[in-house]
C-alpha cells in the first residue's frame, strides 16, 4: 500500500502529497503522523528551502476522515493532539510553504491549506467550511484566519452555511494569492517553489515571524519586533550577497544562510 503522505525531495525544496485519494485525502492518525514527520524533516533539513503542500487525486483534503468517527470521540483531544500541532508545525516552519489547492478543501483541509504561507490553487477547486454541516465549528485556524483575510461578514456566512467558494472567488476575495488553469497547477506551483528555494531562506522565515506576530501586536509592538527581526536578516550572508549583487549589477547567489 502506498504512504498516506507522499515525500518527494527536489533541488533545494520538498513535494509533499496527502494521498488518500478514494477519501479525498481526509485526515486519519496514521496520515497527520506522516505529514507531522514530513514537515519536521524538512524543517531539520539545511538542503531543504521550501515546501509545496498538495493533494493526490481529485481532491485536496476533505478534513477529518468521517468514517473514523462512528462511535463517541473527545474532538478536543484530536484537534490538540494532531490539528493544532499541525497548523503550529507550517506556521513555525522556518522556510515558506506553498499549498496547491489541486481539488476540493474541505473542514480541516480548507483551514489547513490557509495556514500555508502562500496558496494558489486550480480554477476547479473549492473551499468549503463544512463543519457547521456536520455540527462543529470551524478549527485548524479557521475562525482565525477567515476573519483575517476576508473579513468578519464573508467568514461568519461561510462558516454558517458551509457554502462552497469557488477558487476564483477565493481569489477575488483575497483569500488565496491565485488561481491556475488546473493542467496548469503542478507545473506553476512547483516553479514558485523551486523560486522561493533559490531565495535568501532566513529572511524569508523571519518575513513570517514578522506575520505571525502582526495578528496580534499593536503597531508599536509590530515596529520594534521589525526593527528586531531586521537587525538578524542584516548580519545574514544573503543580505551581503543581495547588496553585493545589486551593486555588482548581476543575479544574487543566495545560500538560504
Ligand atoms: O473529528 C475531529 O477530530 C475533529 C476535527 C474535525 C476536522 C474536520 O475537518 S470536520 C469536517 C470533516 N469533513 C467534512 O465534513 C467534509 C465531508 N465531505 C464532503 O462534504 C464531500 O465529500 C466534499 C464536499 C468534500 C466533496 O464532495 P464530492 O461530491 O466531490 O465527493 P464525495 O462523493 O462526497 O466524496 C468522494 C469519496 O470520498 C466518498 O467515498 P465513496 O462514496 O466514493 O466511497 C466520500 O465518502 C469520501 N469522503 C469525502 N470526504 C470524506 C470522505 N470519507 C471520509 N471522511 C471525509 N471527510
Known amino acids: 500500500m502506498e504512504p498516506s503522505v507522499l515525500v518527494d525531495r527536489r533541488g533545494g525544496w520538498v513535494r509533499l502529497v496527502l494521498n488518500r485519494p478514494d477519501r479525498l485525502n481526509s485526515f486519519n492518525e496514521e496520515m497527520h503522523e506522516r505529514l507531522a ?3 519536521d524533516a524538512a524543517g531539520a533539513d539545511e ?3 521550501a515546501v509545496l503542500l498538495t493533494g493526490a487525486g481529485r481532491g485536496f483534503c476533505a478534513g477529518q476522515d468521517l468514517s473514523d468517527r462512528v462511535g463517541p470521540a473527545d474532538l478536543g483531544a484530536t484537534i490538540e493532539a494532531f490539528y493544532n ?3 503550529r508545525r507550517i506556521r513555525a516552519l522556518k522556510k515558506p510553504v506553498v499549498c496547491a489547492v489541486n481539488g476540493v478543501a474541505a473542514g480541516a483541509g480548507a483551514n489547513i491549506a490557509l495556514a500555508c504561507d502562500i496558496v494558489v490553487a486550480a480554477r476547479s477547486a473549492k473551499f468549503i467550511q463544512a463543519f457547521s454541516k456536520i455540527g462543529l ?3 485548524s485556524g479557521g475562525t482565525f484566519f477567515l476573519p483575517r483575510l476576508i473579513g468578519d461578514a464573508r467568514a461568519r456566512a461561510l462558516a454558517m452555511l458551509a457554502e462552497p467558494l469557488p477558487a476564483e472567488k477565493a481569489e477575488a476575495w483575497g483569500l488565496i494569492w491565485k488561481v491556475l488553469d488546473d493542467a496548469a ?3 506553476e506551483a512547483e516553479k514558485l517553489v523551486a523560486h522561493l528555494a533559490t531565495q535568501p531562506t532566513v529572511g524569508l522565515a523571519l518575513t513570517k515571524q514578522a ?3 502582526s495578528a496580534t501586536n499593536d503597531l508599536d509592538a509590530q515596529l520594534d519586533l521589525e526593527r528586531d527581526l531586521q537587525r538578524k536578516a542584516g548580519s545574514t550572508p544573503d543580505y551581503a550577497e543581495g547588496v553585493r549583487a545589486f551593486l555588482d549589477k548581476r543575479a544574487p547567489n543566495f545560500t538560504g544562510r
Do not use: G, Q
Request: glycine letters at 0%; hydrophobic letters at 65%.
Open 185 to 187: 497547477l503542478a507545473t
Open 85 to 87: 500541532p499541525l497548523v
Open 137 to 139: 465549528v470551524p478549527d
Open 211 to 213: 506575520f505571525a506576530a
Open 47 to 49: 538542503a531543504c528551502r
Open 37 to 39: 514527520a514530513a514537515l
